[in-house]
């Protein structure tokens, strides 16, 4: 879980900070989810998404559930970080991301070896061939 998007993180950090890394203990996600409040400014989608692509202890598991999920009102376009690129990151490593009630120009739904897709697919792990894992983050 990230926090992003807060003036107050700073600039030098993409206005991005790990909240929790990968967990299979639901209940301290929530936790530290219900937490969250927005405080407005830039959110920079490829910023966060290629920190979670680069910082996150992802399974190697061929058949893991990887994904992103980001939650946002701003364009994908803000930032330093081109937000195709971390997507494209994302794809390379098999991580899907979606970004749930996004505009088609901003989506960044993708999938392993399908490309960018628009709109949310909240099916995203099955449908590219993946199954959740609760044993395995």
């Not at 992003?4 to 991005?16: N, Q, R």
């Not at 929530?30 to 959110?43: A, I, V």
């Not at 966060?48 to 701003?74: H, P, R, T, Y």
């Not at 930032?79 to 994302?90: F, I, L, Q, S, T």
Request: hydrophobic letters at 30%.
């Amino acid at each position: 879980l990230y926090r992003y998007g807060t003036p107050s993180l700073g600039s030098e950090t993409g206005y991005t900070r790990q909240l929790v890394p990968l967990s299979t203990d639901l209940d301290k996600i929530s936790e530290e989810l219900f937490k969250l409040h927005t405080d407005g400014g830039d959110e920079y989608c490829g910023t966060v998404i290629q920190k979670a692509v680069d910082d996150l202890k992802w399974s190697a598991g061929k058949n893991a559930c990887k994904a992103i999920f980001i939650a946002g009102n701003e364009p994908f376009t803000q930032g330093n970080v081109d937000y195709k690129k971390a997507c494209k990151a994302a794809i390379q490593k098999g991580i899907v991301s979606s970004r749930p009630s996004a505009p088609k120009a901003d989506s960044c739904t993708v999938g392993p070896g399908s490309g960018t897709t628009r709109g949310t697919d909240r099916t995203a792990c099955t449908s590219a061939g993946m199954r959740p894992s609760r044993s395995v983050p």
